[in-house]
């Protein structure tokens, strides 16, 4: 008599299970994927909240906001070691030399540091020869520098402020002060100089893989491995001087046509912040991110808020402000 119970699966149906099985995760895999993605999101968002509330309690300690930066010493990062739990890299650093010389570089090197890098950029940067304005050689790294991430405006390119927002007074005194930034090169802020408001004024934005070049659908123009960066390099860790920026928009501003531009010549198209940044082709001197629907900002009443593509550019250039008393258009 035959025994009817059986010890293993037949070949199709071996190969019915395996083609269910991967059917499920061909349905999963996108979930878990935007899963995975809206948790680095609200890991962004939180580092971003970090960075301000540390600004915020670094003005209630010293009366002022720090500078974006102080010639090639140092920049805003380094004045809020002591505010984000980082004293210790802190007190390694030497102030009275600039962050890339001497043992300063070393520290910076070895100082990876969580509050400033967006979870959702994959691809960190790979800088590892530096050769830093007045150095006789390029310094050969032994890890990659650390990026950052998160970077503050110090203001807006004057001639496309003035393009986008078409202020009334065209005086130059006056259009300086309208595109001033929260924080700027080598002056303190106090929070008494913020006319615009806490709530309508951005601290810090995303700007994501730097020194790495994005651009349109997150095209990447990286550094090679063994690649020299001479000179200052555009934000080429979280230490380097360059990386506080004036927001410039890529706008053509002299002529169309010859004959003068207007407003409504750039307006309507929307900035293109996700992958594109709100000039929709650079993450050099824009904010950019690679979340999917826009970019995230810390203001300066400690709120974090996303920024959608749609948003028009003469909606966006007011939050980078902190005088310039232009309306508030819509939402974001």
């Not at 095209?219 to 690649?227: E, G």
């Not at 501003?253 to 003068?260: A, E, I, N, R, V």
């Amino acid at each position: 008599m035959k025994n009817s119970n059986r010890k293993a699966f037949t070949l199709i149906e071996l190969l019915v299970v395996i083609g269910i099985i991967s059917v499920l995760i061909g349905l999963l895999l996108p979930a878990v994927q935007k899963v995975r993605e809206a948790a680095y999101r609200l890991k962004c968002a939180n580092n971003l909240r970090q960075l301000g509330i540390g600004l915020l309690n670094r003005e209630t300690f010293a009366g002022d906001l720090p500078p974006a930066y102080v010639g090639n010493k140092w920049n805003w990062r380094h004045e809020l070691l002591p505010f984000i739990e980082q004293e210790k890299v802190f007190k390694k650093i030497n102030h009275d030399k600039p962050w890339y010389e001497g043992e300063n570089l070393s520290v910076v090197a070895m100082a990876k540091i969580g509050e400033f890098e967006c979870p959702s950029v994959s691809v960190p940067p790979n800088v590892r020869f530096l050769f830093p304005e007045g150095a006789s050689a390029p310094t050969v790294l032994e890890r990659s520098l650390p990026p950052a991430d998160y970077e503050v405006v110090c203001g807006i390119e004057p001639n496309q402020y003035k393009l986008v927002m078409n202020p009334d007074n065209t005086n130059k005194e006056d259009l300086l002060k309208k595109k001033r930034g929260a924080m700027i090169a080598s002056v303190p802020t106090k929070i008494d100089q913020f006319l615009d408001g806490i709530s309508q004024t951005i601290l810090v934005s995303e700007s994501v893989g730097r020194p790495d070049s994005y651009g349109p659908s997150r095209n990447v123009t990286r550094y090679a491995k063994d690649a020299t960066v001479q000179g200052h390099t555009t934000a080429s860790c979280w230490a380097d001087t360059t990386g506080p920026y004036v927001l410039d928009l890529g706008l053509p501003t002299d002529t169309k046509d010859g004959q003068p531009l207007t407003p409504s010549d750039n307006l309507g198209k929307g900035p293109g912040m996700v992958g594109k940044g709100i000039g929709g082709t650079t993450n050099k001197n824009q904010p950019y991110s690679v979340h999917t629907g826009g970019f995230q900002a810390i203001f300066a009443d400690g709120s974090t808020r996303f920024f959608r593509t749609s948003m028009e550019w003469n909606q966006a250039l007011p939050l980078f402000t902190i005088q310039g008393g232009e309306p508030l258009l819509g939402e974001f």
